[in-house]
């Protein structure tokens, strides 16, 4: 009742204003809590999001450093030595080959298994040799010969090593292989690098590996996907994963991040939308008198005058013969009145022009439209070329297709960058005042060296993506190991692609200086020849020169310019003749005669086979009837030099291909 009376004691525009303010103010405080709640609960599912995220990439570190593992396995098991080892069980063999290559990969446990799960070898660290494993599957699949990887703890949970098992065999299975890598707080780290968030690994709830300090013993917590867990009294936002082992105990990725940061944000985000709040009550409370006013001026001529302008009467107007308040809404009306006469025709031309420009961008569209055909139908020729990769060499298909990806990419790219660039810079001109955080990140990311560092960046990866294709090209002349006939070749172009693909080899490193290659090239026609394998022997030929010249950089340090020479011609009895030779240490004369016998190498256990030189001979020797001769004085290099027959009776210039003249 003291309201209403209150009410009535008010003036009209503030009996206007008050309903309007608390009703506006009402929805304005509701829609700032509603919008509050849901940013604040968007960030925090975000937070959660990044921590999923996250937790798959740590999920596939952990895969990827698996299959390494395996890969070193399977590299330890395919050497002949291991092998040779393993069948005469000699233990001593096994550990004069393994003990090395546990302290080079950095491996915690090396064991080696016969056919009746007898150890042969077991090279354990320290943790397990007090701990102990259990690995009551691993050591009975290593000796069947089942390849295998698995997450496997000490008994007391302490400690979790990635073990995987691989097969010993040559053509019969021998015995297998375990390898083993402990899980640690430095791997942790290095698969969190770039990254805060922090990562817990347990074995059922014991603690494992941990990048929290000093986190040790057990946690208890349910495994769900969204989670606050509280650790030595911080909060963090969490997220869990399981993966799969043989034993029963659960192995889980628990990926932490501190709540400090969210909470902070949501701290900023309420205040701004106190301060919102505060500043749309102010305005609301100005239009709220504002439209009062205009409400409590005279209704009943505006009424009128309002019903006719509605009707279309857009020349309505109404007489000015007062100064109050009556005379401006009158005037106001007027202008009004003019207002909408202007806007109309405003409208109507808008109109023709927004007609106009629907049809420019329809036709803008169409253009598009057929582009992107185009560029469809260049994208599945260019997978119809690709799959002709299938025919190369397998190393020549796989790199083939990323990099025609990249190439057909970088030229979209280029110009697209170039316009987001102009698109900063004109931001840039017409706001060269902007927000300190946006100031401070500019400087962070020091946006100048950007700004000019960014095109250079992507010209160096067209080229560099131009030159793999080039070189993808070699593999291709160079990979021709699978043709059983005789084909035309250029010798030429295959001493050319075989020394691309060892350019990285020939090239100067941190140890040693370039090795450069001399060539004299005489007049050579195409030969019918079996042009895979006389790639294979330059390859063995020119392999060969290259690990003879880095010795002799090693071992003598006045030895500085290394260089092989290659020449091509003709004998004096019409034989093809090449020519490689090299400047380094030799071959010692006892040995020479025995360079083309099958297994003969000097090389270190695990560094050649002894058969390239080998099938070099009989390549060149049964295969093109020709002569393979090896000339060395020790300390003045090597010289091979090919014979190959060649009967120009038998050459018919029309008979030759033309990619092979």
């Given at each position: ?28 405080l ?19 999001a ?21 890969a ?25 080959a ?58 007391d ?26 899980l ?100 609301i ?71 106009q420009?629907?049809e ?58 170039q ?100 060539r ?71 040995i020479?005669s025995?360079?083309f ?24 020797t ?14 003045n ?25």
């Amino acid at each position: 009742m003291q309201f209403l009376r209150f009410y009535r004691r008010l003036s009209l525009r503030q009996k206007i204003v008050l309903p309007f303010l608390a009703v506006f103010m009402t929805i304005l405080l509701i829609g700032a809590m509603a919008i509050g709640y849901w940013l604040t609960q968007t960030l925090e599912q975000q937070g959660y999001a990044e921590l999923e995220d996250f937790s798959r990439r740590v999920q596939s570190d952990l895969q990827a450093s698996q299959e390494a593992l395996i890969a070193k396995a399977q590299v330890l098991a395919d050497q002949p030595s291991i092998r040779q080892a393993v069948a005469k069980g000699d233990r001593a063999a096994l550990m004069q080959a393994l003990l090395p290559a546990k302290a080079e990969l950095k491996l915690d446990w090396v064991k080696v298994l016969d056919l009746q799960a007898q150890n042969l070898l077991d090279l354990q660290n320290e943790t397990i040799q007090q701990r102990g494993l259990l690995d009551p599957k691993i050591s009975t699949s290593a000796a069947k010969g089942i390849a295998l990887d698995d997450w496997v703890s000490t008994p007391d949970d302490a400690r979790t090593f990635g073990v995987v098992t691989v097969p010993i065999k040559s053509k019969t299975l021998m015995g297998g292989l375990i390898l083993g890598q402990e899980l640690t707080h430095s791997n942790l780290v290095r698969i969190a690098q770039g990254s805060s968030k922090q990562i817990v690994v347990l074995s059922g709830q014991q603690v494992v590996a941990s990048m929290v300090e000093n986190l040790q013993g057990s946690i208890a917590f349910t495994p769900r996907s969204q989670q606050r867990i509280t650790i030595q009294g911080q909060q963090f936002l969490a997220t869990s994963l399981e993966i799969p082992r043989w034993s029963d105990r659960t192995l889980t990725i628990l990926v932490l991040s501190s709540t400090q940061t969210l909470e902070a944000a949501q701290k900023v985000l309420w205040i701004r939308l106190l301060g919102v709040l505060l500043l749309g009550g102010l305005l609301i409370t100005l239009v709220g008198f504002r439209i009062a006013g205009m409400i409590t001026r005279p209704i009943t001529i505006l009424t009128q005058a309002t019903q006719s302008l509605a009707a279309g009467n857009l020349d309505r107007a109404l007489p000015v013969d007062r100064l109050d308040e009556v005379g401006k809404l009158s005037n106001a009306f007027n202008q009004m009145a003019e207002q909408l006469r202007h806007l109309f025709a405003v409208l109507e031309a808008a109109n023709s022009q927004l007609e106009q420009r629907v049809e420019e961008r329809t036709q803008e569209l169409s253009e598009a439209l057929n582009q992107l055909k185009k560029t469809q139908a260049q994208m599945i020729q260019a997978e119809k070329m690709s799959s002709l990769g299938k025919l190369v060499a397998g190393i020549a298909h796989e790199i083939n297709n990323p990099v025609t990806f990249i190439y057909g990419n970088l030229e979209h790219l280029e110009p697209a960058t170039q316009k987001v660039l102009e698109l900063i810079d004109l931001y840039q001109l017409y706001y060269p005042k902007t927000e300190a955080d946006i100031e401070n990140r500019l400087t962070e990311i020091e946006w100048d060296y950007l700004r000019q560092d960014i095109p250079a960046m992507l010209n160096s990866m067209r080229i560099g993506s131009q030159r793999i294709r080039e070189i993808v090209l070699s593999l291709r002349n160079f990979s021709r190991l699978d043709e059983a006939e005789t084909k035309w070749a250029d010798i030429h172009q295959g001493l050319e692609s075989t020394l691309l693909i060892l350019r990285h080899r020939l090239n100067a490193n941190s140890t040693r200086p370039q090795i450069e290659v001399e060539r004299n090239y005489g007049e050579l026609p195409p030969i019918l020849c079996h042009p895979g394998l006389l790639n294979q022997v330059f390859m063995n030929i020119l392999t060969n020169a290259i690990d003879a010249l880095e010795d002799r950089l090693k071992t003598d340090p006045s030895f500085t310019r290394p260089y092989i020479f290659i020449s091509t011609g003709f004998t004096q009895r019409n034989r093809i003749k090449i020519v490689i030779a090299d400047n380094g240490p030799g071959i010692p004369e006892d040995i020479q005669s025995q360079i083309f016998d099958p297994f003969f190498t000097t090389k270190p256990v695990g560094q050649g086979t002894g058969m390239g030189m080998s099938i070099s001979y009989q390549i060149i020797t049964e295969k093109h009837q020709g002569n393979l001769i090896c000339r060395s004085t020790p300390g003045n290099g090597c010289e091979f030099k090919i014979l190959l027959p060649y009967n120009p009776q038998r050459t018919n210039r029309s008979d030759i291909p033309i990619n092979a003249q």
